[in-house]
């Protein structure tokens, strides 16, 4: 009983989120890392697929990308949970109170930032890991797969390729603000809470928070208008 009644606290939720966070911010600058090689042109072609078919067939990279899809459904549910659970602990909205006079923005709709990534994330996959893993591809002239083709024709397709355009761009704002307060507000979760540090680790997050989605963001805007 005590052991459930723990588990359930929201407590343990936030350390989760946090520790499933970091986790995700690691490999957001991982999977940056690679996909800035798509801004390289068809001189890039060969080694971004070299880069692809490394992450999907590394035994050590296949294991943590286990972790990594666990992470990322963990750090959805349990969001999920501690809205609902923070809600019914509120259950009333006091007519004085001024939310935006005590939170961020982003604090107060963690929710739904997280709801619009996590159906990007889906999405995403779809387009891109799941055709890597299972659908028709072009090959290369190495042999590897050519992903760095299927990239450069999604999103300059004629007709909807402004759209997926603007769907990533929009989904890295969201990722933004979710990461604006998410990055420091882990931090303190995990109790690393000093006044020597926290100003440090808030400019690091509100950095991160800027300049990894941002590039993000580059890349396909950068695809888009050099068709």
């Not at 005590?2 to 350390?15: E, Q, R, T």
């Not at 659908?135 to 999604?154: A, H, Q, R, S």
Request: with cysteine.
């Amino acid at each position: 009983m005590a052991a459930n009644s723990m588990l359930g606290s929201s407590l343990v939720k936030k350390y989760w989120m946090a520790l499933t966070g970091l986790f995700l911010c690691t490999f957001l600058i991982v999977h940056l890392a690679g996909n800035l090689q798509l801004m390289g042109g068809d001189a890039a072609r060969e080694g971004f697929n070299e880069y692809a078919k490394f992450m999907t067939t590394f035994p050590l990279i296949k294991i943590t990308s286990y972790l990594l899809y666990f992470s990322i459904l963990f750090h959805a549910f349990d969001g999920i949970l501690l809205t609902i659970q923070n809600r019914k602990a509120r259950p009333v909205q006091y007519a004085y109170e001024k939310p935006s006079a005590n939170s961020i923005w982003a604090s107060r709709n963690m929710g739904l930032l997280g709801t619009i990534i996590l159906v990007f994330i889906v999405t995403h996959m779809a387009n891109f890991w799941a055709r890597m893993h299972w659908g028709e591809m072009p090959i290369d002239v190495n042999g590897n797969k050519d992903l760095f083709t299927v990239v450069m024709e999604f999103f300059r397709d004629p007709s909807l390729g402004v759209v997926f355009t603007l769907v990533y761009v929009i989904s890295m704002i969201a990722m933004g603000f979710h990461l604006w307060h998410g990055f420091s507000s882990a931090f303190q979760t995990l109790g690393i809470n000093h006044k020597k540090y926290n100003k440090i680790i808030k400019s690091v997050g509100y950095g991160f928070s800027v300049i990894i989605p941002a590039l993000f963001a580059v890349i396909p805007v950068y695809i888009f208008l050099t068709k």
